[in-house]
């Protein structure tokens, strides 16, 4: 990672009018710094003449930092794509909660000055694959940095399926569904469904079971170099998905054999000098201050 940035791509969110106002004023306040600005093509006809549109892709093979502004859900798309490249990501938040989007919109020419000088702190995030074999063969795959969900399509439909770790099986399983979670997701969705934080320094991931159909079953945490299977039961007559962040669905049929596994790619985070995870979880979370 270069300790100063020279081209700069700008990431958004679509139809946003305070992530446009946000843009805009980045996109002028770094070229007055005499930086190369990449937009992405999606947001660049929302803030104004003159500047260089993109695809996503191009700002992964083009730039050294990437500025994603708007919430975790335009984090997590943006880095599906530039975890496959050699860039760092920082984001400012234009969105709700904000675990992966540090800076404020208010005031990011000071924080921004102090990271574009080199002053920074770097984080990698490993991300999952997940595959879907159906009668041996690989049907669909794709990526995610917070979790992989099995899921019916429908609400409120009962899954039956087994539970493999390195191909030692651990339990069959009734419930709603099944939720694969590194440590970024384990304040996402996983939470929600009871599961436990992990750090993101650990190289762990979590199941959570939703609504299983037994009281004795509960997440369990496995090494993030374990590869997970799931298979289907063929009894069903229903068809399911696999969604990748909530973003990316994959159809599943009965029977078919769902392959998660940590991704070789990683996304890297730039972080404010001073990033604590920490302090993000007591802000957005609730939780208390210091008593002494």
Request: aromatic letters at 6%; charged letters at 20%; glycine letters at 8%.
């Amino acid at each position: 990672m270069k300790a100063k940035f020279t081209t700069i791509g700008l990431i958004g969110k679509p139809q946003h009018s305070g992530a446009n106002a946000t843009l805009t004023a980045l996109n002028h306040w770094l070229k007055s710094r005499g930086l190369k600005v990449l937009v992405e093509s999606r947001v660049a006809k929302d803030i104004g003449e003159g500047v260089e549109a993109v695809e996503l892709i191009e700002i992964g093979k083009q730039c050294d930092l990437a500025i994603v502004v708007g919430g975790d859900g335009n984090m997590l798309g943006a880095a599906r794509v530039l975890s496959r490249f050699n860039i760092g990501v920082i984001g400012v938040n234009r969105g709700n909660l904000g675990f992966l989007t540090d800076i404020s919109p208010d005031d990011f020419e000071s924080t921004l000055s102090a990271v574009l000088e080199g002053d920074f702190e770097v984080e990698q995030r490993f991300l999952l694959e997940a595959e879907v074999h159906r009668h041996g063969k690989l049907k669909a795959s794709n990526s995610a940095v917070n979790e992989t969900v099995l899921h019916p399509n429908q609400v409120a439909h009962m899954i039956e399926f087994e539970v493999y770790i390195d191909d030692k099986f651990m339990y069959s399983q009734r419930a709603d569904g099944m939720i694969i979670s590194t440590p970024t997701g384990s304040t996402a969705y996983s939470l929600s469904a009871g599961g436990a934080i992990l750090t993101p320094n650990l190289d762990a991931l979590i199941l959570v079971p939703m609504f299983p159909h037994t009281m004795s079953c509960r997440p369990i945490v496995v090494d993030a170099k374990s590869t997970i299977k799931l298979v289907v039961s063929p009894e069903h007559d229903d068809n399911f998905e696999v969604s990748c962040d909530g973003h990316v669905h994959l159809s599943v049929l009965p029977g078919d054999e769902i392959i998660i596994r940590r991704s070789p790619e990683k996304l890297t985070l730039i972080h404010p000098k001073g990033y604590s995870y920490f302090h993000v979880l007591r802000n957005k979370l609730g939780w208390g201050s210091k008593l002494f």
